[in-house]
T-cell receptor, first 115, second 114 residues
Framework: EPEVTQTPSHQVTQMGQEVILRCVPISNHLYFYWYRQILGQKVEFLVS????????KSEIFDDQFSVERPDGSNFTLKIRSTKLEDSAMYFC?????????????FGPGTRLTVT | AQSVTQLDSHVSVSEGTPVLLRCNYSSSYSPSLFWYVQHPNKGLQLLLK??????LVKGINGFEAEFKKSETSFHLTKPSAHMSDAAEYFC????????????FGDGTTLTVKP
């Protein structure tokens, strides 16, 4: 069964550094998402992406964040200058975009640790 | 707008007894509803989903959930708890925006006592 994959599984970075988290969505999916989960808290929506542009973003997704689909397979989340509070698990998800189901398929997550 | 309320932050049961994790939702349109389980330091595993077909949904590992529109509820049940069920459970609603984002509940921690 097709899966969403994410790399790396764990990223450690120093405060102020740029990080790029990578995701490969399921190949025939059209909608892409990033969520984050701070340790011990619930999963929060960051951004959705469709047709090569952001379709919705949360208040968390400020100017330090950006997303890109640089080719036909990858979907990336960039944090320009990381802060300690960016430490979290980041989940990528994709959705087919047709039919009545809004099911999103989640990747295994990237744990980002900012020191 | 859409929202999810998980009514219990912690539930503790004994092994072999029934499990009930409660979830109420709010959505302007017919929603898709999901339950995910997360074990410590792991990702999200889909337990079951409701997408406007049968209101009683069966999932993996013996879990079920019933969609009750009149009560705006989607409670998760299991007849007999197993030690391996101890985890964090999230109720999720999707679809009420153009982007179809998912909104997660705060989570319920299930503890299973021997």
């Amino acid at each position: 069964e097709p899966e969403v994959t994410q790399t790396p599984s764990h990223q450690v970075t120093q405060m102020g550094q740029e990080v790029i988290l990578r995701c490969v969505p399921i190949s025939n999916h059209l909608y892409f998402y990033w969520y984050r989960q701070i340790l011990g808290q619930k999963v929060e929506f960051l951004v959705s992406f469709y047709n090569n542009e952001i379709s919705e973003k949360s208040e968390i997704f400020d100017d330090q964040f950006s997303v890109e689909r640089p080719d036909g397979s990858n979907f990336t989340l960039k944090i320009r200058s990381t802060k300690l509070e960016d430490s979290a698990m980041y989940f990528c998800a994709s959705r087919r975009g047709t039919g009545i189901s809004y099911e999103q398929y989640f990747g295994p997550g990237t744990r980002l640790t900012v020191t | 707008a859409q929202s999810v309320t998980q009514l219990d932050s912690h539930v503790s049961v004994s092994e072999g007894t029934p499990v009930l994790l409660r979830c109420n939702y709010s959505s302007s349109y017919s929603p898709s509803l999901f339950w995910y389980v997360q074990h410590p330091n792991k990702g999200l595993q889909l337990l079951l989903k409701y997408t406007s077909a049968a209101t009683l949904v069966k999932g993996i590992n013996g879990f079920e959930a019933e969609f009750k529109k009149s009560e705006t509820s989607f409670h998760l049940t299991k007849p007999s708890a197993h030690m391996s069920d101890a985890a964090e459970y999230f109720c999720v609603v999707s679809g009420n925006t153009n982007a179809g984002k998912s909104t997660f509940g705060d989570g319920t921690t299930l503890t299973v006592k021997p």
